[in-house]
């Protein structure tokens, strides 16, 4: 639910390059973003990963991919998992398990990134999360199976306040656009869905339907005709802002909304680098894969931390 927070403890399980020498190409990306970078914080105060993903390719960007699993992939066995799964008390906790593959290109020449020599193509990390339902708190495992002594907060609030807010939004794609606008007051209708999507930890069926729905009405908002595939292989629909937009086209980074091409779940995200970008000072010619990840959220609560469903 705090994908930023993810990234960042992502970054003890991988080699990276010195911070010094990654500073100047990471600060001219944060310039380059700076009107649309905000830290992400749900209704109040909501910061847009179109804009964050970019900066963050400055540290070798990691977008997280997220999917809600259930023990079978049988889209109508999975609604009726979901259906008759009881709330989760306010003291349990959700688990969450978070697979990133990420590219080990350097960034540290901001758009024009280098090869590390000896490394593989990507690297893969994983995280595992346990987020309390009535409170928000988060409990990390960290790399050597332990749990994370530092009891963080969600910046998106409660999952219990989430889903409540989430269950209301109307049917109507034009109704809702303007409900997420009255609680969203940052972004654009394309950021204010894609957080929803993100942030929620079970979105009704017809929930998704609706935003899938609206998403399709937004100006300048693409859904590719070919599926693409999450972190697990698994087949889903890409949506983003056309690639003229202004961020895109200035970073030639473009980053990917990946909904079940089914169920509309959220699969997470993904980002591009566009033709016209610069790979070892070399003009790319086709779209380059710079991270992918899935995540495994379950329907079933636990009662504390570091226990798995």
């Not at 930890?201 to 998704?208: G, H, K, S, Y």
């Not at 729905?213 to 972190?231: H, M, W």
């Not at 509309?264 to 990840?293: A, F, N, P, Q």
Request: hydrophobic content about 35%.
């Amino acid at each position: 639910m705090d994908e930023m927070t993810t990234l960042k403890n992502f970054r003890p399980d991988a080699p990276a390059p010195d911070r010094a020498r990654l500073a100047p190409g990471r600060q001219r990306l944060l310039d380059a973003a700076a009107e649309r970078r905000q830290r992400r914080r749900f209704w109040p105060r909501a910061g847009w990963k179109l804009a964050a993903a970019g900066a963050a390719a400055g540290v070798a960007v990691a977008a997280v991919l997220v999917a809600q699993v259930a023990p079978t992939t049988d889209t109508h066995r999975v609604e009726a998992e979901y259906a008759t799964s009881p709330e989760p008390t306010d003291g349990q906790w959700l688990y969450q398990k978070i697979l990133t593959r990420r590219s080990t290109l350097n960034f540290r020449d901001d758009l024009n990134p280098v090869s590390q020599k000896g490394a593989p193509a990507y690297w893969e990390l994983t995280q595992e999360t346990w987020t309390q339902y009535g409170s928000g708190k988060i409990r990390h495992m960290l790399p050597h199976g332990v749990l994370d002594s530092v009891i963080r907060e969600a910046d998106g609030g409660s999952p219990k306040k989430l889903r409540q807010k989430v269950e209301k939004l109307p049917s109507e794609p034009q109704q809702l656009l303007r409900s997420l606008s009255e609680v969203i007051r940052l972004g654009g209708d394309y950021q204010r869905i894609q957080y929803t999507f993100s942030s929620a930890d079970t979105i009704p069926f017809e929930v998704r339907l609706s935003l899938f729905r609206a998403l399709k009405t937004i100006p300048g908002v693409v859904v590719r005709p070919q599926l693409v595939e999450d972190a697990m292989g698994r087949p889903a629909l890409a949506v983003h802002p056309s690639d003229d937009n202004p961020f895109t086209k200035k970073n030639h980074l473009r980053d990917e909304l990946l909904l079940d091409p089914e169920t509309y779940e959220y699969r997470g995200e993904r980002t591009m680098m566009l033709v016209g970008g610069m790979i070892d000072s070399k003009v790319t010619t086709e779209e380059t894969l710079i991270s992918v990840s899935a995540v495994q959220r379950f329907a079933a609560a636990v009662n504390e931390p570091g226990v798995r469903p």
